[in-house]
């Protein structure tokens, strides 16, 4: 996550409940919300060596599930990156040229859920009652627009959206800013910040207006 989350919640007086973070690798971002406070969390993470890191670090405090999000409930493979950080669903593109020491040599075949319907099981399980999430933070190298297609019914309930961007193809037919953008419109999302620190990637935040 480029963009600040604690700058972000004192800038514009967000009032986070609860995180569901999609695309999160080892957890980087977990003790920002911990400095505020925010111990609703939920994690997805599909790659088997990142999930791995990641629940030896937080299973014990956090739902951890190794699951990729989209708009269908199915296998599919992913393309895996020497880095970790860069594997997609999507085939690298323009991110062959732009970083050339990071390579895509293996596949791993994964489970990709909808959130609509996770979030439909989660939240009838009584130890989840409790718990609200109204953050979104997202991170899936190109595939964020598939995630927010089987998100419909959930982004109702969601104030804020932090989700990497792209303004080129990074990865064949990935969505770029423009796309996000409109389809987030619908739902009454307002693109606030935007970080281009990648130049050709970066970073958006959104807030739901009313």
């Not at 104030?159 to 792209?166: R, T």
Request: proline share 2%; net charge negative; charged share 25%.
């Amino acid at each position: 996550m480029i963009l600040n989350i604690n700058n972000l919640i004192q800038k514009y007086n967000l009032k986070i409940k609860g995180v569901i973070h999609i695309g999160a690798h080892h957890g980087e971002e977990i003790d920002s919300y911990e400095l505020e406070n925010i111990n609703n969390i939920i994690c997805f993470e599909p790659t088997q060596s990142a999930f791995s890191v990641l629940y030896e670090k937080y299973n014990k405090k956090y739902d951890l599930f190794k699951y990729a999000l989209g708009n269908y409930n199915k296998q599919i493979s992913i393309n895996i990156a020497n880095n970790g950080q860069s594997s997609s669903i999507l085939k690298p593109k323009i991110h062959l040229d732009q970083y050339p020491h990071i390579t895509f040599n293996n596949i791993e075949n994964i489970e990709m859920v909808k959130l609509d319907d996770f979030m439909s099981v989660y939240e009838k399980n009584p130890n989840n009652i409790h718990k609200k999430f109204n953050f979104i933070n997202i991170d899936v190298q190109g595939y964020e627009l598939e995630v927010f297609k089987g998100s419909r019914e959930y982004l109702q309930k969601i104030d804020y959206i932090n989700a990497e961007v792209n303004n080129d193809f990074l990865y064949e037919d990935c969505a770029l800013v423009q796309e996000l953008d409109q389809f987030l419109n619908q739902f009454k999302f307002e693109r606030v910040e935007t970080d281009w620190q990648g130049q050709t990637w970066g970073d958006a935040f959104y807030i739901k207006q009313s």
